[in-house]
């Protein structure tokens, strides 16, 4: 099944003559004024269901993108979470459809061995990449993941963009698939 788009946030205006906006939440009332809103929600994608293997060859892991616009700056937050068909390493790329001024994205994951319990052993995988003026950012390949078990990769993104553009995550294999979780998910957030 296909990751789900869920929309980006329509803009709220404050009522005439105010600069605040009430908030209903749980039977709660509570006011912000516009100036303590800050961040924007850029969008989001999720798997609400297990999605389709990937790959051998690079090939995005969420079916949709992200749309961001120009002249902005993003947090992005990524879960990766999947099954490894045959054990061998994988290569994350971030592909925009417009150059970016910098992109800074970092990684941490269960260990090559993954896991199949809740208790996770072993040492994490940590990983960064960087690049201006790109349209691809690619991490180098990670070790290599064992077979029939569980692998979870989690991303921090820094992005500040030129142009609109769309923003998606792609992976490669050396050897055989990943199947993306239900869970696995995609969210921008604009920061300026």
């Known amino acids: 099944m296909a990751d789900t788009k869920i929309s980006a946030l329509t803009a709220v205006t404050s009522p005439a003559g105010t600069d605040e906006l009430a908030v209903n939440q749980a039977g709660t009332s509570k006011k912000a004024t516009l100036a303590q809103i800050t961040s924007v929600v850029g969008g989001a994608v999720q798997y609400s269901a297990t999605g389709s293997a990937i790959g051998p060859a690079i090939a995005d892991y969420f079916t949709s993108t992200l749309s961001l616009d120009a002249s902005s700056t993003y947090e992005v937050e990524v879960w990766a979470y999947f099954a490894k068909t045959t054990a061998g390493a994988v290569t994350w790329t971030w592909a925009l459809s417009s150059a970016c001024i910098a992109l800074h994205s970092s990684y941490e994951s269960t260990p090559v061995t993954g896991f199949t319990t809740t208790t996770i052993t072993g040492t994490p995988l940590f990983a960064e990449a960087t690049n201006e003026s790109a349209t691809t950012i690619a991490h180098a390949p990670s070790g290599s993941l064992t077979t029939a078990v569980r692998h979870s990769f989690k991303f921090y993104v820094k ?21 993306p979780q239900q869970g696995s998910y995609m969210r921008a957030t604009k920061i300026i």
């Open 159 to 179: 992005l500040r963009t030129n142009a609109a553009t769309t923003l998606q995550l792609r992976v490669t294999n050396s050897a055989g698939t990943v199947t």
